[in-house]
């Protein structure tokens, strides 16, 4: 076997090995993205499961005592965010949490405002004159 030949053998097992290391590196992005997309659309099913609780429980607060209107508690969601956060731009906002124990005094709202730079979470307190900012991270 001349050089010339040696030379061409080694560039044929060397394309050889650049190949099969290309080839897994596809397969291991590929599993990547299979991975991602499937925790991303666990992480929205559990969300919209999260959602729908709170829808329940909100049902099931307004069932029992009148407060718990969702047009009001939206309302007053809204007024807090402008009032604290008056620059903050949100696309949504959600319910995501209902406390009723019996009572007034302890029921409590928790909103989670979704935006372009984030999300916010905030949490309404039911006092007498109606649904007030409790907390807001």
């Not at 992005?29 to 429980?57: M, P």
Request: aromatic share 6%; proline share 2%; no cysteine.
């Amino acid at each position: 076997m001349n050089a010339l030949q040696q030379k061409a053998l080694i560039m044929s097992v060397l394309a050889i090995v650049v190949l099969a290391i290309f080839a897994v590196l596809i397969l291991l992005f590929a599993g990547g993205l299979v991975t991602a997309r499937r925790r991303a659309t666990s992480l929205a099913g559990e969300y919209k499961q999260h959602l729908d609780e709170a829808d329940r429980a909100l049902e099931r607060a307004r069932a029992a005592d009148k407060g718990w209107d969702r047009a009001l508690l939206e309302d007053a969601a809204h007024k807090a965010l402008a009032a604290e956060l008056p620059d903050w731009g949100y696309a949504k906002i959600d319910l995501v949490l209902v406390e009723d124990p019996p009572g007034i005094t302890e029921d409590r709202a928790h909103f989670v405002a979704s935006g372009e730079s984030g999300d916010r979470r905030l949490i309404l307190a039911r006092r007498d004159g109606g649904w007030v900012l409790d907390q807001l991270a």
